[in-house]
């Protein structure tokens, strides 16, 4: 495999790069969410979407029954309601990540979605908390791989397998019971949680390539390092304009997107490679990386935050995209700043965890919606639902809003018979 170590270039997302995000551009910006949207569930939360798919990228559906896989937690308004009675659910909403288990939904027509319970049972998977990942529909028979992040204590990348059936009662999920453990930080590619405990490494989407036929995995990650110790480069500068030379404490932002290869055909083994993006200097979370091939090219689209952005440069919540002609780079930012669909600047906290589909459609989840234009410091409605679906033109190296579709909608892009 050094053939592949040595065929990677990896591309920084450079500051100069960061310098060209403009919040509030009609043709990146996702439209507003209004403040009576619908929610899937009174009883669970839900965020990080993650449809069923194949290794090509294309969204399936089962039997007629679109399928989607979530970050879920019980809303627990017995623990966050005071003496008064008053619920708490913002408190409920931000700590919910410490409860977090991945559960799947179904429906008939893509957007009105009904709850089909965990995947995992209580004591499969073997850390405190189930995050993100990819559900992956191998054939005809049903069988499913389950790619997604163990975290506490520690993190660690791995996959569960099970079966999926339906009829026209719906759908049901069995199996999932071993879970096959398959790589963590290393140290010397990528961050460990040893040299900053604020590292990040999580986020599995696999995938084959649809030019060489082999099985790989994007990640996020940080580079390797001390926290803190990282030297901004020249090439991660980028060509800058006087006056912006100054980078703060930009040295503690090192996210970058990470990349790995199966060394088995059964995908249980893995080595890991360089990065593909490293934002060094630039932010510090390159999260739930994903591929879009399309026109012979590689569309490597990331989410990523406005508070995790370095000292002089800034953008929105929202996924950001790069553009190549090969997998293993040099890579371009899509539209010139690597932008893609960012949050409106008057309601900056709306939406987040962007998917974006090989058809174009993007899906997010709700986070939360100001009572009044902009105005977080006063009331708020918190989300943890889906949001309206969008949908992106991608052309060479740039991108266009062009539709809103209801909240939701993710449709199949093939049906699969599983007999």
């Known amino acids: 495999m050094k053939n592949l170590i040595d065929k990677v270039k990896t591309t920084a997302w450079s500051r100069a790069d960061a310098l060209k995000v403009r919040s509030d ?44 896989f ?38 008939k027509d893509s957007k009105n979605w009904t709850f089909g319970g965990r995947v995992m049972a209580d004591g499969v998977s073997p850390t405190t908390r189930e995050w993100a990942g990819t559900p992956v529909l191998l054939n005809e028979q049903g069988d499913i791989e389950l790619y997604y992040t163990c975290v506490t204590p520690g993190a660690t990348i791995v996959k569960v397998k099970g079966k999926i059936a339906a009829d026209g009662n719906g759908v049901r999920l069995s199996g999932f019971r071993e879970v096959i453990e398959l790589f963590s930080a290393d140290g010397f590619i990528y961050q460990t949680e040893e ?22 995995m994007v990640f996020e990650g ?34 970058c997107i990470g990349f ?31 591929f879009v091939f399309k026109d012979g090219k590689y569309y490597l689209f990331t989410i990523s935050h406005k508070f995790t952005y370095g000292d002089g440069v800034t953008g929105p919540d929202g996924v950001y995209g790069f553009v190549s002609d090969s997998l293993f ?24 965890s962007h998917c974006v589909m090989p058809n174009g459609l993007v899906t997010s989840f709700i986070d939360t919606i100001p009572q009044s ?47």
Not at 26 to 35: A, F, H, S
Not at 39 to 57: A, H, N
Not at 75 to 102: C, F, K, L, M
Not at 260 to 289: F, H, M, S, Y
């Open 70 to 107: 979530t970050l879920t937690a019980e809303r627990q308004p017995d623990v966050y309601t005071d003496a008064e009675g008053n619920y708490d659910i913002d408190s409920d909403w931000v700590n919910r990540h410490s409860r977090a288990r991945i559960c799947f939904w179904y429906s």
């Open 329 to 352: 780079g040099p890579y371009e930012p899509l539209n010139g700043s690597g932008l893609v669909l960012g949050n409106p600047s008057s309601q900056p906290y709306q939406t987040y």
């Open 260 to 290: 790995a290869v199966a060394k088995d055909a059964e995908g249980n083994d893995w080595q890991l490679l360089p990065p593909l993006i490293t934002a060094v200097g630039v932010n510090d979370q390159t999260e739930r990386p994903h």
């Open 222 to 255: 940080n580079v390797a390092g001390a926290r803190g110790t990282h030297v901004i480069t020249s090439e991660d500068m980028g060509d800058v304009p006087p006056g912006y030379e100054d980078v703060g404490g930009a040295r503690y932002q090192t996210g």
């Open 373 to 419: 234009n902009g105005d977080y410091n006063g009331s708020y409605r918190v989300g943890g639902t889906e949001a309206p679906t969008v949908q992106i033109k991608i052309k060479g190296n740039q991108t266009f809003m062009v539709k809103e579709f209801d909240y939701g909608y993710i449709p199949p892009m093939e049906n699969v018979i599983v007999k």
């Open 195 to 216: 040299q900053n405990e604020y590292w990040g490494f999580r986020d599995p989407s696999p995938f084959i390539d649809p030019k060489d036929g082999n099985l790989y």
């Open 25 to 68: 551009d009609p043709t990146t910006t996702q439209p507003l969410v209004g403040i009576d949207f619908p929610v899937m569930s009174d009883e669970v939360f839900i965020w990080d979407t993650m449809p069923l798919k194949k290794y090509d990228g294309n969204i399936v559906s089962v039997n007629g029954w679109s399928v989607i």
